[in-house]
C-alpha cells in the first residue's frame, strides 16, 4: 500500500512539471511569435513601404514617349519657373487679365512678355495632347521642392496660359484661345492622374477655376460646331471616378505616412506624429472631395451648355427643354453631384438659365 501511495505521489508530481512548464512554453512561443512582429515592424520599417510603394510605380509604368509626366519633367528643367504674378505691369491688371479678356495695345509689356515665351506654350499644348501623366510619388521634401516637382511649375503654367488665352478672346482669337483653355483643362487631367491627394486636389481646383472662363466664352460667343467639339474633348467624362482615385490614393497616403513615422520604441514622438497626421489626412481628405464634386459639377454642366449650344447652332431657337436634345443627355450629366439634384433649364426672353435645383442660382 506504501509504494502505490508512493507511486500515486510520484504521478501527481510529474503531472505538476508538466502543467507548469506547459505554461512556460506557451509562454515562450508567444514571446517568439511577437518579438518577430516587432523585428518585422521595426527592422523592416522602411524596406516593406519602399518595396510596396516600388511595387505600385511599377504597375503605373508606361512608356516614356506616352507619358506627359517624362515631358514635363524634362520642360521644368529646360525652363525657370513662370511667376504667377509677373511683376511686369500692376497687381490690378494681372488679376484683370487672369479674369477678364484684354487686348496687347492695353497692357503692351505684359503682351511682350508672354510673346517671349510663345515657344514655352507651344510645347505645353503639345504635352497636354498627350492621354496619359505618370509623375514619380515624391516622398520627400526634395521632390515636393519647387524646381524638381513639374507641379508645382503647372502653377505658372496655367497662368501664362490662361493670360494669353484672355488677349487670344479680347484680339477675336477664339480658336486659339480654345485651344489653350483645352490645354489648361488637360494639364489638370494629367494632376488628377497621380495617386497622391495633394496632385489630385490641386488638379480638381484648376478645373473648377478654368472652367468657368470656357463656360464664360460658351455663353458669350457664338462657337461653332467645331469650336464645341474642341472644348468637349478636353473635358473629362460625365462619370463619377472618386471611388476608383480614391482607393489607390489612401494606400499611397497611408504608405508614405507610414514611411516617415518614428518607430514605436519612441512612443512619445510617435504618438504625435500619428495624431498631426490623422488631423492633417482627414482635412485633405474632405478638401480634396470638395473639389472632386465642385469640378464633377462644373464639367456636367459644360455638356449641357455644349449640348445646349449645338442645338441653338442648328435650329437657330434654344430647346425648351432637356427632352428637345438629341442624342439625348444621360440622367447622370443632368444630375449635380454635390446635391443629387437634378440642374434645372429655363429659357428667358435672354437667352436661358441653368443651375442646380437645389443651389443658389448662377
Known amino acids: 500500500m506504501s509504494e502505490d501511495k508512493k507511486r500515486d505521489r510520484g504521478t501527481d508530481k510529474a503531472k505538476n512539471w508538466f502543467v507548469c512548464h506547459r505554461f512556460v512554453l506557451m509562454a515562450l512561443v508567444v514571446a517568439v511569435v511577437c518579438g518577430s512582429i516587432v523585428w518585422k515592424a521595426v527592422l523592416l520599417h522602411f524596406h516593406s513601404f519602399d518595396v510596396q510603394l ?4 511599377a504597375a503605373r509604368a508606361i512608356p516614356e514617349s506616352e507619358n506627359a509626366g517624362a515631358a ?3 520642360l521644368a528643367s529646360e525652363y525657370l ?3 504667377h504674378y509677373p511683376r511686369v505691369v500692376n ?3 494681372l488679376v484683370l487679365t487672369a479674369k477678364e479678356p484684354w487686348q496687347g495695345k492695353d497692357y503692351p509689356k505684359l503682351a511682350a512678355w508672354i510673346d517671349e515665351r510663345q515657344v514655352l506654350i507651344s510645347k505645353l499644348i503639345d504635352i497636354s495632347r498627350m492621354e496619359k501623366c505618370r509623375l514619380p510619388i515624391p516622398l520627400n521634401n526634395r521632390q515636393r521642392s519647387y524646381f524638381t516637382n513639374p507641379i508645382r511649375h503647372m502653377h505658372g503654367w496655367t497662368s501664362l496660359l490662361v493670360r494669353s488665352a484672355n488677349k487670344d478672346v479680347g484680339e477675336g482669337r477664339i480658336d486659339a484661345a480654345i485651344e489653350k483653355y483645352a490645354c489648361i483643362l488637360r494639364m489638370a487631367t494629367h494632376q488628377r492622374q497621380q495617386p497622391t491627394l495633394g496632385s489630385y486636389y490641386s488638379g480638381a481646383v484648376r478645373q473648377d477655376q478654368y472652367v468657368a472662363l470656357v463656360r464664360r ?5 457664338a462657337l461653332t460646331d467645331e469650336q464645341l467639339l474642341l472644348i468637349e474633348a478636353a473635358l473629362l467624362s460625365v462619370e463619377d471616378d472618386w471611388k476608383m482615385h480614391l482607393r489607390l490614393m489612401l494606400k499611397v497616403q497611408s504608405l508614405i505616412e507610414r514611411r516617415g513615422r518614428p518607430k514605436i520604441t519612441d512612443w512619445r514622438r510617435y504618438w504625435d506624429y500619428r495624431k498631426r497626421n490623422n488631423k492633417a489626412n482627414a ?4 478638401r480634396t472631395l470638395r473639389y472632386h464634386l465642385r469640378a464633377l459639377a462644373n464639367r456636367r454642366e459644360m455638356h449641357i451648355l455644349i449640348a445646349l449650344h449645338r442645338f441653338k447652332n442648328k435650329t437657330g431657337n434654344w430647346p425648351r427643354n432637356f427632352d428637345q436634345i438629341e442624342p439625348p443627355l444621360s440622367k447622370e450629366t443632368l444630375t449635380d453631384p454635390r446635391s443629387d439634384a437634378p440642374f ?4 428667358t426672353s435672354e437667352g436661358f438659365r441653368l ?3 437645389s443651389l443658389t442660382e448662377r
Open 54 to 57: 516600388a511595387a505600385i510605380e
Open 72 to 74: 514635363y519633367i524634362k
Open 81 to 83: 519657373p513662370i511667376p
Open 91 to 93: 497687381n490690378k491688371a
Open 217 to 221: 466664352l460658351i455663353t458669350q460667343r
Open 283 to 286: 482635412d485633405a481628405l474632405e
Open 344 to 347: 434645372v433649364y429655363e429659357v
Open 355 to 357: 443651375y442646380s435645383g
